[in-house]
């Protein structure tokens, strides 16, 4: 699929992407020179951040003044309040990687219209890869049609994975969550970029992605990609409404359905029974009586 017969608003997202990639890759280069305090570093991520943001919002908004924005650094203030057409824009996901030039990071972009997503498109600046879909298209990287694995087994399955580990989440219950699926595949990755989690499911490079804690614009252009590339994605539970839920789950569909039943306990939606037993095995662990 050629540029010329690709959605205009898509375009659109691919130039503002790139813009912000450029922006991303010169910083790259400076990285190195910066790390000696953890407030330089903290101060610079914050300024490649908000550059890349700026590109992507300037570019998206010259050519479509009358939408809106909802952006990770900037929040809701660009752009048009009550449009039917948000773009929900990460402008550098994997900061912690890209500190230390750990080369997994990407920019994402999704439009939103009418509260469902459109648009997406995610680019990683370090490989040139530029992952894209409109509803109803397809899924593409570099201008090739991608479709989820066609592995069906869990014990074949390489399935990527975040810890997005904040003071007051209850570490054991991850460290469950994790052997559970570790001991059932062939692999556990934690890349540490969403956004490119998402993307990779889509190409089949991967089988699946799990994570909790992750806001709108991790996964708002992966969601699309995954869907039109054949995969499923949704909450623990399976529930196909995950977008503002803080728990994803997303694979080829025979790899999800296998996934759902082990990872269903640890939902936050899940039955008081399954809670109570996620909450008495992290108890467990804590006093070292149990595996």
């Known amino acids: 699929m050629s ?28 990285v190195e020179s910066v790390r000696i305090s953890q407030k330089q570093i903290n101060d610079f991520v914050t300024e490649v951040d908000h550059a890349s943001e700026q590109a992507i919002i300037q570019t998206l908004l010259d050519a479509y003044p009358g939408h809106g924005i909802l952006a990770e650094e900037s929040g809701k203030t660009h752009g048009a309040k009550d449009s039917d057409y948000i773009w929900i824009i990460d402008p550098l996901d994997g900061t912690t990687n890209f500190i230390h030039g750990f080369p997994v990071y990407c920019v994402s972009i999704a439009l939103a219209v009418k509260g469902k997503i459109e648009q997406a498109v995610i680019y990683d600046p370090t490989r040139n890869d530029l992952f894209t879909a409109t509803r109803g298209r397809g899924a593409f990287l570099n201008e090739r049609r991608i479709r989820v694995s066609k592995r069906t087994q869990l014990k074949e399955s390489l399935i990527s994975t975040g810890f997005p580990f904040r003071p007051g989440d209850n570490f054991n219950t991850y460290l469950n969550m994790m052997a559970d699926v570790m001991q059932r595949a062939a692999g556990l990755r934690r890349p540490g970029a969403a956004a490119l989690d998402l993307a990779y499911v889509a190409a089949g490079f991967t089988e699946a992605f799990f994570e909790t804690g992750l806001s709108i614009w991790d996964v708002a252009a992966g969601s699309l990609l995954v869907t039109e590339a054949g995969g499923l994605i949704g909450n623990f539970t399976g529930e196909a409404d995950f977008l503002e839920q803080r728990e994803c789950l997303a694979g080829t569909p025979r790899i999800y359905g296998q996934l759902v039943p082990i990872l269903t306990k640890y939902s936050k939606f899940a039955g008081a029974g399954d809670k109570a037993a996620v909450r008495q095995a992290a108890a467990d662990g804590e006093d070292g009586t149990a595996a």
Do not use: E, F, W
């Open 3 to 30: 540029s010329s017969n690709l959605h205009p608003m898509l375009n659109v997202a691919i130039k503002a992407a790139r813009a912000a990639g450029a922006i991303i890759n010169r910083a790259a280069l400076d």
